[in-house]
Structure formats: structure tokens, C-alpha cells
């Protein structure tokens, strides 16, 4: 069986974008997700033109950083995500965000895509997880996300399902455990 | 190495993920997820919950060149950032923060250094070097206070704390950390209360007598 086409478009794009430096795959990226990124970081508050250069940055890093991509180990949206704040604390605060070392990994000559359809099925479950939340639990999800809630207001959050939302996503990462460990030892 | 079993909550590791964690405890959640592939695959989930996030949220209506300049971009020249690796006991992260430079250690007297990574009005992080059966300089002064243990450990109220360890601590928490005979204790501290005892001597040794 094909995996690999079972795969969704964006991680499909990506790898194009990774592997064969795929203008076409990265323009389809873009309509994507520019126009999302865009709501996302005015969500902070900052202008529209501000917010466009951020956008910017942040596709260009994309495009410039496709090697750091692991469909075994993030989902494009969350990789997107980080990739996000990353820049958006750089351009926004002028500070650096502390990141953690890269697991360093040989690259796979004979790619299973298994594991990555593994993790996009459970990043669905995610999303339906938090979809069925009660209004009033998804905004703060939202919130939180969003970068609206300091650490103190997500600790003294009662009944946020964060613990909820992890372990589903954990199933999925239980694998990738495994795999980092045998990649360490 | 033994097993990690003090672990980052989860609420840090969120708010790391969404970007509003302190810059100075957000280098001790770097750090220890460079040492903790449990956290890390935490932290992958929160990057995840925040990717669903990011994809249901409302669009904005882009200008329209805005796609040409980008694409037109591509081929552009730019300079990779550099990577900073493990040092020794020292992860990534702070190798960045030292700009790639050993660690200036400041006595503080009876063998216990300390090296002041950054200090601001979002708080402090700093590492400690402290000798075995020595006590860590008195941090407790309000506020939340990240240890991650980088070589060594130590222990104290809350159990016994090996590298990559990290305790966890706020005002309410009467601790008094003390090294463990072996290598000298090297610990990642942050802390968003006030650094208080690089300026005064009698405060600053009190709480090293009170082993
Ligand atoms: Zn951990």
C-alpha cells in the first residue's frame, strides 16, 4: 500500500518543498496558510502591515528551514506553529526564544511513511477532541494557544482539559519515544 | 545518567509552546527538553493543540503582491543561524546564551559560584556551582523559581534531584538545596523575583552558614 499518498496535501506539499525544493508545492503552502497566519499573529495586536512582514519571515523560514521538518515527529500546522512563534517573539519582543537542541537523525534512506500517518490521525482526534469542547473550554484553549494567557493564568485555569488534550496527542507520541530512545543509545 | 524523574508541568511546557513563558524560564524549559525526550514529546503535543489552533483561526485578507515577494525571495542568499552544541554538562540553550563562551564564574564565597546568565524585569537566570555538601545560595524570596540540575545533584525538602532534574518552586516552599558528595552540583536557576544577593555580602553568606 502507498502510504505516502495517504498522507495529507500540507505534509505532502512539505516534503515536495524539503526534498525536491518544490516552488509550486511551497506556493500551495502558502495559500494555505498565509491568510490563517495573518488572523493569528493580528490576534496579538499587532498591524496589519507588521503582521504581513511577519508573515513573511515566517514562510520564508518555512521554506529555508524544510530540512528541520519530520512528518515522524510534527504535523506541518504544528511545526507552522512553532515556526511562528519563534519569529513573532524574535520580531515582536526583540528577545530570542531559548530553543531546544535538534535531535540529530540520519536521514531515513527507505521513509516509512506509517509513522507519519500514525501522528496525523491522532492530530485529527485532536482536532475533534477540542472541537467537541463546550464553548467556554475551547476559548481558553484558544487562548492559550493564541499566546493570550501568561503561565500563571494557565496554571490557575480549573478544568482545563490540557491534560485531556496531551494524552491524546501522547498516543501518537508514545512511538516517537521509543524511537528517540533508540536513536540516543 | 539516571532516569529524569522531576519533570517540567505541564502548564510551563504550554506556555512555552504559545510563547509567553519569561525568557529566563523559558531557557530552563529549552534546556531541559534538550535533555528529556519525555517533555520533549510533551512539548510536541502542545505544538500540536496550538497547529489546530493556528488552522482554525479566522483569515485575513492578505495584499495582494504579498505572494510575488515572497516567492520571488526563494533564491535569495541568507545567513543560516548558528547552532550551539552541547558543551560538557552545558545544553544547547545555554551555550547560545553564553554566545558560545565557557561560563564567567563569580565566587560567592566557600566554593559556590555563580555565573548571571541574564537579569531583567522578566526575572533572572543564572548558573550555580556549588561543592558537594554545600547549600545553594537562599532563593527563595517570592516569586516562581525553576532548578534544573546540569551535573551533579542535590537534594533537599523535596527529594533527590540528578542531572536533569528540574524542581519546581514558589514563595510557599521552605527549601534549603544542598549538593551531594561527588562532582560539584552545576544547576540552571532561574527565577522572576528579584536577584538579591549579588550586592550584599552578610545577606548573601547568611544563607551558605545555616548548613
Ligand atoms: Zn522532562
Known amino acids: 500500500m502507498n502510504t505516502q ?9 512539505m516534503i515536495a518543498v524539503r526534498d525536491n525544493r518544490d516552488k509550486a508545492a511551497f506556493g500551495a503552502l502558502f495559500d494555505h496558510y ?8 493580528m490576534r496579538s495586536g499587532v498591524s496589519s502591515g507588521q503582521a504581513e512582514e511577519i508573515v513573511q519571515d515566517v514562510m520564508l523560514t518555512v521554506w529555508r528551514k524544510a530540512d528541520q521538518f519530520d512528518p515522524n515527529r510534527a504535523q506541518v500546522s504544528a511545526w507552522v506553529y512553532q515556526v511562528t512563534r519563534n519569529r513573532m517573539i524574535d520580531m515582536i519582543r526583540k528577545e530570542r526564544r531559548p530553543i531546544p537542541e535538534e535531535l540529530t537523525q540520519e536521514p531515513d534512506p527507505e521513509p516509512d511513511a506509517s509513522q507519519s500517518l500514525a501522528l496525523e490521525q491522532e492530530a485529527t482526534k485532536l482536532r475533534e477532541a477540542i472541537q467537541r469542547l463546550k464553548p467556554d473550554q475551547r476559548e481558553i484553549i484558544e487562548r492559550v494557544y493564541l499566546g493570550e494567557l ?3 493564568e494557565i496554571s490557575n485555569q480549573t478544568g482545563l482539559p490540557l491534560g485531556t488534550i496531551k ?3 501522547r498516543l501518537g507520541l508514545e512511538r516517537l519515544r521509543h524511537e528517540l530512545k533508540g536513536m540516543r543509545s | 545518567m539516571t532516569a529524569i524523574t522531576h519533570h517540567l508541568p505541564d502548564h510551563l511546557l504550554a506556555s512555552y509552546a504559545a510563547g509567553t513563558l519569561p525568557q529566563p524560564f523559558a531557557l530552563v524549559v529549552a534546556s531541559h527538553v534538550s535533555l528529556c525526550d519525555d517533555c520533549r514529546a510533551s512539548l510536541e503535543a502542545h505544538n500540536a493543540a496550538g497547529g489546530v489552533v493556528l488552522e482554525t483561526t479566522l483569515e485575513e485578507r492578505l495584499s495582494k503582491d504579498l505572494k510575488a515577494s515572497i516567492l520571488a525571495q526563494l533564491d535569495d542568499d541568507f545567513v543560516r543561524e548558528p547552532v550551539y552544541e552541547r558543551e560538557g554538562a552545558l545544553p544547547g540553550p545555554v551555550m547560545e546564551a553564553l554566545e558560545g563562551q565557557p561560563p564567567k564564574w563569580k565566587s560567592l564565597g566557600l566554593g559556590v559560584k555563580q555565573c548571571i546568565i541574564s537579569a531583567g524585569e522578566n526575572g533572572s537566570v543564572r548558573l ?4 558537594p555538601g554545600q547549600a545553594m545560595p537562599d532563593h527563595s524570596h517570592g516569586g516562581l523559581e525553576l532548578t534544573l540540575v546540569l551535573q551533579g545533584s542535590f537534594s533537599d525538602e523535596g527529594g533527590r534531584f540528578g ?9 510557599d516552599v521552605e527549601h534549603t538545596p544542598i549538593a551531594d558528595a561527588g562532582d560539584p552540583c ?9 536577584l538579591k544577593f549579588n550586592s550584599l555580602m552578610p545577606r548573601l553568606l547568611q544563607p551558605i552558614f545555616k548548613i
Open chain 1, 5 to 13: 499518498s495517504a498522507l495529507s496535501q500540507e505534509t505532502q506539499w
Open chain 1, 34 to 41: 498565509a491568510a490563517r497566519l495573518k488572523g493569528f499573529v
Open chain 1, 150 to 152: 501568561t503561565h500563571q
Open chain 1, 167 to 169: 494524552s491524546r496527542v
Open chain 2, 128 to 131: 550555580l556551582h556549588i561543592p
Open chain 2, 163 to 171: 542531572v536533569g532534574d528540574v524542581e519546581v518552586a514558589n514563595e
Open chain 2, 186 to 194: 552545576i544547576c540552571l536557576a532561574a527565577t522572576d523575583a528579584p
